[in-house]
């Protein structure tokens, strides 16, 4: 080649080196992207399968909240998260929660206090012992009137 060819085949690949590493890199980054976007995906598949109601919107907008004239009692509940294992999150709780009146659940952490406020809400079931409200169990029947009924600050802002 001429010299004047090879300056020039030179300034041309000077020109677009930067261009294929900028592609190299972002191929680098989409490479490890992707087994997280597949996690993501099978979460997303196995929430889907996990839904409670398929049409949620349309039956919450007809459900109306219940109306608790008691209270919310916990008898003997027991729950573990892991049916294999002896370990219980709750074991033998019986607590009374009446209407009109502010509840506070405080513990330690890793004591059940999320555990047994999804309980209250119907979020899990216990292994073991009831949850009453007004001194009826709670059902699939009342279970969106329940909610609906709920309001949840999380511990975590």
């Known amino acids: 080649?001429?010299?004047?060819?090879?300056?020039?085949?030179?300034?041309?690949?000077?020109?677009?080196w930067p261009r294929f590493t900028s592609i190299?890199?972002?191929?680098?980054?989409?490479?490890?992207?992707?087994?997280?976007?597949?996690?993501?995906?099978?979460?997303?598949?196995?929430?889907k399968t996990a839904k409670e109601l398929q049409d949620i919107e349309q039956c919450y907008k007809h459900v109306k909240p219940m109306s608790i004239r008691k209270g919310i009692e916990c008898r003997n509940v027991y729950f573990r998260y892991n049916?294999?294992?002896?370990?219980y999150a709750l074991q033998n709780i019986n607590v009374q929660i009446p209407t009109n009146r502010m509840t506070a659940i405080v513990g330690r952490?890793?004591?059940?206090?999320?555990?047994?406020?999804?309980?209250?809400?119907?979020?899990?079931?216990?292994?073991?012992?009831?949850?009453?409200?007004?001194?009826?169990?709670?059902?699939?029947?009342?279970?969106?009137a329940l909610r609906k009924s709920i309001s949840y600050v999380q511990q975590d802002p």
């Open 1 to 16: 080649a001429q010299p004047g060819q090879l300056l020039l085949i030179i300034l041309i690949f000077s020109r677009l």
């Open 24 to 47: 190299q890199s972002n191929l680098e980054q989409l490479a490890a992207s992707i087994p997280a976007f597949k996690s993501l995906i099978e979460l997303q598949e196995e929430c």
């Open 83 to 87: 049916e294999n294992e002896h370990v």
């Open 109 to 144: 952490s890793g004591a059940g206090k999320s555990t047994l406020i999804d309980i209250l809400m119907g979020l899990i079931q216990p292994e073991k012992g009831q949850v009453l409200i007004d001194d009826a169990t709670i059902t699939s029947d009342n279970l969106l």
